[in-house]
């Protein structure tokens, strides 16, 4: 087994080859965990929340659900699951959506720049926007079909196992987004198992 500890505010990225499993877990509750993966070696295909969607036809993912690239292909497949709640509908936060929706004129850390830092490690291209699938965070859509980002539902040590489909190269940031109440308007630890 492999550990890593991701802090708040921070991200990480590693490899996962087929068969491995991933366990994401929320240390201290409420944080968000923007989760990103690409083919390890064709950077155009990658994880797509709009596909899985489709596929899934559905906005939730449940166990044994898989989450699909742009080209509609398995990437990895939800094997376990203590929250039960997840988004597949926001993209990464960036500091444009700061100045938009919180009137923040200096820039904050934010997802985007953070997944890019940790993909360059593989080289991985920037794209002109990351849309994660956000393991934790409770978005609702209303009857009126306002969305809503409430405080993520997960306790200290809830976790997400995921098993890969192919080879990946995956990154994840602690969301440091303490404007709205997804991260409770805390940003904290995760912390990721990998295993063989």
């Known amino acids: 087994m492999e550990e890593y500890l991701i802090e708040g505010k921070t991200g990480y990225s590693l490899k996962l080859s087929k068969g491995q499993i991933i366990k994401v877990i929320d240390l201290e509750g409420q ?35 898989k989450l699909y690239s742009n080209l509609y292909r398995p990437m990895l497949t939800l094997l376990k699951d ?4 997840h988004d597949l509908l926001s993209p990464a936060c960036r500091p444009e959506m700061y ?11 934010n997802c985007y720049c953070i997944l890019n830092k940790a993909l360059s490690h593989y ?32 306790s200290p040590g809830d976790y997400v ?13 602690a969301c440091p987004n303490e404007e709205s109440a997804g991260n409770g308007y805390h940003s904290s630890s995760i912390k990721v198992e990998v295993y063989s």
């Not at 203590?82 to 709640?85: E, F, I, S, W």
């Not at 919180?102 to 850390?109: A, G, M, S, W």
């Not at 196992?161 to 080879?167: G, R, Y």
């Open 82 to 85: 203590t929250v039960g709640k």
């Open 99 to 109: 100045k938009l929706l919180y009137n923040k004129e200096k820039p904050l850390e």
């Open 123 to 154: 080289n991985v291209p920037a794209p002109s926007q990351h849309y994660p699938f956000n393991i934790f965070m409770n978005t609702i859509i209303e009857k009126n079909n306002q969305i809503e980002i409430r405080t993520s539902l997960s």
């Open 31 to 65: 944080q968000i965990a923007d989760f990103v993966a690409y083919h390890e070696k064709n950077y155009e295909e990658r994880l797509d929340p709009v596909a899985t969607r489709d596929a899934l036809q559905s906005t939730d993912i449940k166990v044994n659900d």
């Open 161 to 173: 196992e995921l098993c890969a489909e192919m080879d990946l190269i995956i990154a994840i940031s």
